[in-house]
C-alpha cells in the first residue's frame, strides 16, 4: 500500500464514489442516498456536526434501511470522523432512533466505518489488503462466513460470474451488496479503474458506488485515470466541489471556520507525515553576487 496524504485520500473516496455511480447510472436517476449524502455534506461544512434536528431536516420519507444505501448516505460524516469512533456513533445515534435502524444494519454500518478507517490510516498489510476477518471480529456480523468465503474466492481467482451466482443463492438481493462490493475491490486493490468496472459489471449502482468509494480512498485521487476525473469537473450537475472536499478536509485538521479557504490554492502542498522536510539553508554560487552589499560609486 502506497503512502498518500490523508488529503488525496479525502478527494479518492468522495470523487470515486461519485464516479462509481456515475458510469453505470447513464440515465441520471435521482437516488435518495445521493441527495441524503449531499445534504449531509452541506451540513457538516456549515456546523462541524449533525444534531437530532438535523437529522430530521435532512431523512427522505419512507427511506431504504439496507445497509448499503445508509453507508452512501452518510460517506461524509463516516469520513469526517473516521479516526473517532466514539464521535462518529454518537453523531449517528439520532439517525439510528430516528429510523429505527435494526442492530444488524448498524453492525454492517459499523464494519464498513472500521474498514473506511483501516485505509485511512494505513494499517492495512501488503498480504492482507482488506483484513476484514480481524475487522469482523470487532464487530460480530450474521455473515462473517461469508467473509470467509470472499477471501477464498480471492485465494483461487474466482471469476465475479460465479461470486455473484453463489452471493444471489445464499443470500436476500439486497445483502448481497455489501459482500460484492468488497469482493470487487479486494480483487483488483491497487487498480481503481479495474476494480469499478467490476463493480458495474454487477449490474448494481450501489455495488459500483461502494466499490468506487473504497478503491478510491484506497488508491487515492492519484490512482483515479485522468480522463475519469476531468469528466466530473466539466460536468455542470456534478453536485461535488473541490471546494466541498477541501472543506471537509480543513474542518477534519481544525482548522478556523474564520480561516477556512485561505490555504486554498495552487501554493498549498499536502503531503503525507515525515515526506515533506524543511530545506536546509544552502548558498549558491550563483547566488552571491546578490547576497553581498554593492556600492554604486561615481565617477569624477
Not at 466505518?113 to 485505509?119: F, K, N, R, V
Request: aromatic share 10%.
Amino acid at each position: 500500500m502506497i503512502n498518500y496524504s490523508l488529503f488525496s485520500r479525502f478527494q479518492g473516496g468522495l470523487l470515486g464514489n461519485l464516479i462509481g455511480e456515475t458510469l453505470i447510472n447513464r440515465e441520471k436517476s435521482q437516488f435518495w442516498w445521493r441527495v441524503m449524502s449531499e445534504k449531509v455534506m452541506m451540513k457538516l461544512i456549515e456546523k462541524g456536526e449533525i444534531t437530532s434536528e438535523d437529522w430530521a431536516v435532512i431523512s427522505p420519507e419512507n427511506p431504504s434501511l439496507s445497509s448499503g444505501e445508509l453507508i452512501l448516505g452518510i460517506f461524509p460524516l463516516m469520513l469526517l470522523f473516521y479516526d473517532a469512533p466514539y464521535q462518529f456513533q454518537q453523531q449517528l445515534e439520532p439517525l439510528i432512533n430516528l429510523w429505527n435502524i435494526p442492530s444488524e444494519t448498524v453492525k454492517e454500518i459499523i464494519f464498513f466505518y472500521d474498514l473506511l478507517g483501516e485505509i485511512l490510516t494505513e494499517k492495512l498489510t501488503k498480504n492482507s489488503p482488506l483484513n476484514l476477518l480481524d475487522i469482523a471480529a470487532k464487530v460480530p456480523l450474521s455473515w462473517e462466513t461469508s467473509l470467509q468465503k470472499i477471501q477464498e474466492f480471492l485465494d483461487k481467482g474466482t471469476p465475479l460470474t460465479e461470486v455473484s451466482r453463489y452471493f444471489r443463492q445464499k443470500m436476500s438481493p439486497e445483502k448481497t451488496i455489501i459482500p460484492l462490493s468488497l469482493y470487487c475491490f479486494s480483487r483488483t486493490p491497487n487498480n481503481f479503474r479495474l476494480s469499478v468496472l467490476q463493480g458495474i459489471k454487477t449490474g448494481y449502482p450501489l455495488i459500483s458506488t461502494l466499490t468506487g468509494t473504497l478503491s478510491g480512498a484506497y488508491n487515492s485521487v492519484l490512482g483515479i485515470p485522468i480522463a475519469w476525473r476531468l469528466a466530473q469537473q466539466i460536468d455542470r450537475d456534478c453536485p461535488l466541489s473541490y471546494q466541498q472536499i477541501f472543506t471537509l478536509w480543513e474542518i477534519w485538521a481544525g482548522v478556523d471556520k474564520v480561516a477556512r479557504g485561505e490555504t486554498m490554492g495552487d501554493k498549498t502542498a499536502v503531503n503525507s507525515p515525515g515526506v515533506m522536510q524543511q530545506r536546509p539553508p544552502l548558498m549558491l554560487i550563483s547566488q552571491k553576487e546578490y547576497l553581498q552589499p554593492t556600492f554604486r560609486t561615481s565617477k569624477k
